[in-house]
């Protein structure tokens, strides 16, 4: 950043200015207070703050101290200004209504900066768009930087938001600060992370990763923001420079596109901090079960957005004895101990989670932990100052009106949804009843077996089994999900998501499972985590689901968990080790499920799905593909072609 913005400041003058109007009034001096607020930061953070100052030119800038009272204020001043609404029927909840045009992740719009491209995507077969990340030149960025960055600030408030990913002071937790000119987004990242003065005093004179944010839209605004949320979506840009640890992100004021320390820093930029100094950063859940014996077990698992993270981190068994704890919901940073075991902590402190389908009949840990202290963005409202969304039919009084997420009133089949499908909450972690008792702890908790999955309405079984680490690291390379609204997707197409992080790596695809297969000789045999493939959407022909998910996924886990033990309740089969006929505990079960059709492997189906991957594979990673993935996949054709 400091290179850059020394040199957008000498630009500035000449650089062509957008989403601003042709000339903005001079900015006025920020005041005395916000001067000695600024006197009190430590030399490296001053210098990126007053650095911003001059290229952003705000009127205000505000030093965020993360205490009750300047959350208080921040969010009264938001319900003043018309950004966000309380909502009465619930303890400090608010509601927050965006621009439809500015609702979830904009992926075209990512991009990864380096030197070399090939250190951030492999290089396609001729002919061939990249799907695995956008990357942009040094150069270019600068040049977006001196059009969007200078005076955009003008007329609003600079924060400056200290946070630690991960536990404040933990070996395994890393800072950043955030500047932004959004009140939501300072609120939002005190919910997401640890926040405030503490940070800094830990920080002290240390290196951070640097992250600006701005909404794009210097006052007096050129058109009225519609919902009183400025963005600028023709001009967003969300920029990462893993050499410099930097974050720049313009023109969105939602979710992973401006809370910075989420999908930017926690994966991005922190992929690629994991992959210097030998860790993993990924996009997965972290839960603790317990068996009804008592033994106690850690599992992580990655599901592309939208596919059922938040619901399987806070499951309620099914299965009479099993206990379930959450650490977290979205994002584990997993690093080999000196015993060769797998660590992993949770680097956020608050649940931004899908809104839709979330209910006391699929998720009621859920329901319990975000009546309080919640920030909600784009659902609905009913006329008591409650919330409401789709699959909450059940538990509404439908005698109150409702305004769906545009703020119109809506009624039953009036077609549209009432809440947007990326509609989502904004919770503490610590409010969450199931929050397990080692969520924060430095060193992180154990992980005993990780599970890959996606959205696949056809030909994959429930669960199965990796044959061992390297044919565990081809299932994630494998993955493919159905398309959800977390990202800007058209229609449902079933997409190539390795990892879950297609949308999240902050380097090359191929380097990435080099990096992934390598981890095997951190690990001792012992204790290295076995690695399964969930599928919990397989439908009917009949168009319902097959599997009724949610807590009876406990099953799986069950199964999981007697596998890690060595129990020998499996059997090999073309694509992994499935369960043996009757293995997988059903006592209980309320519906019948057509087990068969569940797990059947359809030869014709499995043909096209090794050319698919192949396809992709080859098209998309070439060259770097790692000679162990390619051996994978023709052992898996082979294998399919005897079904
Ligand atoms: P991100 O926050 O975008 O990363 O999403 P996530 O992976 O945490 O997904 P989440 O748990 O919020 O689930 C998204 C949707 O999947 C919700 O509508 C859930 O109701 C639905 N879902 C979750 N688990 C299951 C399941 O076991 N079966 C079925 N049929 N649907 C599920
Ligand atoms: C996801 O899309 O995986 C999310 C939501 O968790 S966001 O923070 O917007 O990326
Ligand atoms: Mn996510």
């Given at each position: ?14 650089a062509?200015?957008v ?6 009034p ?12 600024m ?10 703050v007053?650095?911003?100052v001059?290229?952003?030119q ?9 205490s ?8 009264n ?22 621009d ?6 904009v ?6 900066v380096?030197?070399?491209?090939r250190e ?47 536990p404040?002071g ?18 939002s ?20 990763v ?15 923001p ?8 023709e ?5 990462h ?10 023109g969105?004021g939602?979710g ?10 926690a ?7 994991a992959?210097?100094?030998g ?5 997965m859940?972290i839960?603790g079960?317990?068996?009804?014996a ?6 992580a698992a ?15 068994p ?10 977290g919901?979205?994002?584990a940073?997993?690093k ?8 992993a ?11 839709p ?11 319990k ?7 909600f963005?784009n ?17 509404v ?24 499908p ?7 972690a ?8 080692q ?5 992180g908790?154990?992980i005993s077996a ?5 959205r696949?309405?056809?030909?994959v079984?429930l ?9 565990g690291?081809?299932l994630g ?6 398309s959800?609204?977390a ?11 390795p ?26 045999p ?15 022909a ?6 009724p ?12 968990l ?18 043996k ?9 309320k519906e ?10 359809p030869?014709?189906?499995w043909q096209q799905e090794?050319?698919a991957v ?7 990673v070439?060259?770097d ?8 996949l ?10």
């Amino acid at each position: 950043m400091v290179h850059l913005l020394r040199l957008v400041g000498a630009r500035a003058l000449c650089a062509r200015r957008v989403g601003s109007p042709l000339l903005p009034p001079p900015t006025r001096a920020i005041s005395q207070q916000a001067q000695r607020q600024m006197d009190t930061l430590r030399p490296k953070v001053r210098e990126f703050v007053e650095r911003t100052v001059r290229m952003c030119q705000p009127a205000e800038v505000h030093v965020c101290d993360g205490s009750e009272a300047e959350n208080a204020n921040l969010l009264n001043q938001m319900a003043e200004s018309g950004v966000l609404e309380p909502l009465t029927k619930y303890d400090n909840c608010w509601l927050a209504r965006t621009d439809p045009a500015d609702v979830a992740r904009v992926e075209s719009k990512t991009f990864i900066v380096t030197e070399e491209k090939r250190e951030t995507v492999p290089i396609p077969r001729k002919g061939r768009k990249g799907m695995l990340g956008n990357w942009m030149s040094p150069k270019a960025l600068e040049h977006a930087v001196a059009e969007r960055f200078p005076g955009c600030m003008r007329g609003r408030t600079l924060y400056v938001v200290p946070f630690s990913m991960g536990p404040v002071g933990s070996p395994l937790s890393k800072i950043g600060i955030e500047l932004t000119d959004s009140p939501y987004v300072a609120a939002s990242m005190r919910i997401m992370t640890r926040m405030g003065s503490k940070v800094l005093e830990t920080l002290g004179d240390d290196d951070f990763v640097k992250c600006l944010h701005s909404v794009g839209r210097p006052v007096p605004v050129s058109k009225k923001p519609i919902n009183n949320w400025p963005c600028n979506p023709e001009n967003t840009i969300i920029a990462h420079v893993p050499s410099k640890n930097e974050i720049i992100s313009f023109g969105s004021g939602y979710g992973g596109n401006s809370l910075l320390g989420k999908k930017c820093f926690a994966l991005r930029i922190g992929s690629t901090i994991a992959r210097r100094e030998g860790w993993l950063a990924e996009h997965m859940l972290i839960l603790g079960i317990t068996n009804p014996a008592g033994h106690k077990r850690y599992i992580a698992a990655a599901f592309p957005s939208a596919c059922g993270k938040t619901n399987l981190a806070m499951l309620q068994p099914s299965l009479p004895g099993y206990k379930v704890e959450c650490v977290g919901d979205d994002i584990a940073w997993m690093k080999f101990d000196d015993k060769g075991v797998l660590r992993a902590i949770n680097p956020e402190n608050g649940f931004f989670g899908v809104a839709p389908g979330t209910s006391s009949a699929t998720n009621p840990i859920a329901m319990k932990t975000i009546f309080s202290n919640t920030l909600f963005t784009n659902v609905a409202k009913t006329s008591d100052g409650g919330v409401y969304w789709e699959g909450l039919e059940k538990e509404v009084d439908t005698s109150v009106g409702i305004v769906d997420w545009h703020g119109d009133p809506w009624t039953t089949g009036s077609g549209a949804p009432s809440a947007h499908p990326n509609s989502r909450f904004c919770a503490p972690a610590a409010q969450c009843p199931i929050i397990d008792p080692q969520w924060e702890s430095p060193e992180g908790v154990p992980i005993s077996a990780i599970l890959f999955g996606g959205r696949r309405p056809l030909g994959v079984p429930l669960v199965y089994e990796a044959f061992n680490w390297q044919h565990g690291v081809f299932l994630g390379a494998a993955m493919r999900s159905e398309s959800t609204a977390a990202a800007e997707h058209k229609g449902k197409v079933i997409m190539h998501d390795p990892f879950a992080m297609r949308p999240f790596f902050g380097y090359n695809f191929g380097h990435y499972l080099a990096h992934w297969l390598s981890m095997e000789q951190r690990g001792t045999p012992a204790t290295m985590p076995k690695i399964f493939h969930v599928n919990w959407f397989r439908k009917a022909a009949t168009g319902g689901f097959l599997w009724p998910g949610f807590g009876e996924n406990t099953r799986v886990l069950d199964w999981v968990l007697r596998r890690v033990d060595g129990e020998d309740c499996a059997q090999e089969s073309a694509i992994g080790l499935v369960p043996k006929p009757g293995s997988l505990n059903l006592e209980g079960l309320k519906e019948a499920v057509d087990m068969q059709e569940l797990f059947s492997i359809p030869k014709e189906f499995w043909q096209q799905e090794v050319s698919a991957v192949a396809q992709y594979l080859d098209e998309q990673v070439g060259e770097d593909l790692p000679y162990p993935i390619v051996e994978e996949l023709e052992h898996l054709r082979q294998r399919v072609e005897k079904l």
